[in-house]
């Protein structure tokens, strides 16, 4: 019939091909291949974008509470709006309530017509230190925003992208492991009974010995490490089952290769199982060595992994949201529109400005000397 011609041909084609193409072939006999390549790349992955998108939101949030909360900066701006309100009095501009945060940098472009090195910014800094007779100095301004600099390279719209390329990939994960338990008659009640039915064993048996318990909680520790690592290494296993070794003349072919301990491992029989045959055409002796892999560890590992990341990523949700809140109250507080303000712009301008006052402060400091020596 046609699949005998289709199977017949394919063992044809299959001698002479190489790696990549063996592995085109095995791939197209394997149901939901893309799905499970997916799945297989997000528990890789996971904890490392988790880890970058938590890192961004942590960074905005800290930036947003430092510039909220820094006296210093409080100082500033009322002292700008001051002078802005001073040198504009009798114009429309005057009386203002605020300013947009890009006035900082034009504090600069005022100079003094006698002494054009002295800036507005200069000014106010003097005013601010006459004013407080010294109390009030501003060369902690940059310590009291120290995380400012890093969310200036921070974008919101691609944290948002990046969150929810992650949350999709979760959700196809989830996918998977639901069609891999259904495909092997499991479901996840049932792998929650199986973990529980262990673990009331293992109770039992520690309260019956105390050297048993010690010995039986380094057994469970030990299990959860093996169980952590096969999950890691799920992609080191497709590699054991895609066969792609050559023969002597050069020829390439499909078969699958298992040392002894993992043929031993596999042996073991459990409730969901897949049955393997190993082709050996070693000599040209062809044998078949039938043996059974289990699955429920794999899976019970996965489903679990999956259930801590969708958890994870319900909490990395909302703290996404709680940094685009506080975002938009520090750019009200800063005069900028919540609607349209960027992360990115709203804290380069603040990062850009504590560069300019530092050099202010220095040049104040630097005139004070001299004048204090002549």
Known sequence: NDDEIAEQLRKQLSVQLFDAECLVVFASNVPRWASKLAAMMTLRSFNIAHSE????????????????????????????????????????????????????????????????????????????????????????????????????????????????????????????????????GLTPRSLSKSSSRRSLGSREYSKSNSVGRMEGEKRGEQKEQEDEHDLLDLGDAVEELLLHSVGDEGNQKIKTEFDDGVKMKMKKKKRSVTKIVVEDQQDGNSEDDEFEVDHGKELRVAHAKFVQMEEMMKYLQMDYESMLVEFRETAVYLGEDSKHAKVQDLFSTLVQFTNTLNKCISDNASTQRRSTKK
């Open 53 to 184: 998108i938590d890192k961004s939101i942590l960074t905005v949030r800290s930036a947003c509470a430092e510039v909220m909360n820094s006296s210093k900066l409080e100082v500033i701006l009322a002292a700008v709006l001051s002078v802005g309100n001073y040198l504009n009095a009798g114009t429309r501009k005057g009386n203002a309530f605020g300013f947009k945060l890009d006035v900082l940098l034009k504090l600069t472009d005022t100079r003094s017509t006698t002494d054009r090195k002295l800036t507005l910014l200069h000014v106010v800094l003097q005013m601010l230190e006459r004013k407080s007779k010294g109390t009030e100095r501003m060369d902690g301004f940059v310590e009291q925003m120290p995380s400012i600099v890093g969310a200036s390279k921070i974008s919101k719209e691609d944290v948002g992208s990046e969150l929810a390329a992650l949350s999709t990939a979760v959700n196809v994960l989830g996918r998977e492991v639901t069609m891999l338990l259904k495909d092997a």
